[in-house]
């Protein structure tokens, strides 16, 4: 079974704080990983994308793959009130579907 | 905004009734994915559809059902709703064939059986 395991949270934060979230998945021939951040009773937005080992940065958002660990992270630094949401992980093979974990969520206090 | 929209945005039923939610994709994109959220949960699965047909299949009953239209929009048809269909169901726009598959989502529909 294909299966996305996700730190469960919630997690707290102080403003200006690395906010770290973590995720693990089953299926090694996982092809593409993305997190999404969903404010509540909103719609899941994308907001990174990664496919190969190592690093990927985007403005304060950093994700961390590691295949043979089958692991990715999210790094968000300098956390804002505005970063508070639930972060969902997930994984696809590149072809239909996506697997979701069933998210963290972050709290990012003033 | 990822360009996707989904109407109604919410919706109340009876168990057993039926129930048809729609789905326009993004400009240029030919593949819509359906999801269901259900409180506290990641998105699942139910199906997607590719040039009008259906292209993969999450475990769902039969009696969730779908199409595509030729302009890529699509609908999300569920019949004899039970009281565990409450839930958000998401329809996600992408390009098929894109190897690195991304999937924008739409703002969702907010489904209540009662």
């Known amino acids: 079974q294909k299966e996305v395991e996700q730190n469960s949270g919630p997690l707290s934060v102080p403003e200006g704080a690395i906010a770290s979230l973590n995720c693990t998945y089953s299926d090694r021939v996982s092809q593409s990983f993305f997190w999404y951040r969903q404010y509540s009773g909103k719609s899941p937005e994308l907001i990174m994308s990664?496919?190969?080992?190592g690093d990927k940065e985007d403005g304060r958002f950093t994700a961390q793959l590691n295949k043979a660990s089958q692991y990715v992270s999210l790094l968000i630094r300098d956390s804002q009130p505005s970063d508070s949401a639930t972060y969902l992980c997930?994984?696809?093979?590149?072809?239909?579907?996506?697997?979701f974990g069933t998210g963290t969520r972050l709290t990012v206090i003033p | 905004e990822t360009g996707v929209t989904q109407s109604p945005t919410h919706l109340i039923k009876t168990r057993g009734q039926q129930v048809t939610l729609r789905c326009s994709s993004q400009s240029g994109h030919n593949t819509v994915s359906w999801y269901q959220q259900a409180l506290g949960q990641g998105p699942q699965f139910i199906f997607q559809y590719y040039r009008e047909e259906e292209n993969g299949r999450g475990n769902f009953p039969p009696r969730f059902s779908g199409l595509q239209f030729p302009n890529y929009s699509s609908e999300l048809n569920v019949n004899a709703l039970e009281l565990d269909d409450s839930a958000l169901y998401l329809c996600?726009?992408?390009?098929?064939?894109?190897?690195?598959?991304?999937?924008?989502f739409g703002p969702g529909t907010r489904l209540t059986v009662t």
């Open positions: 996600a726009s992408s390009l098929a064939h894109q190897h690195n598959g991304e999937q924008y």
């Open positions: 997930a994984w696809g093979t590149g072809a239909n579907n996506l697997f």
């Open positions: 990664i496919y190969s080992n």
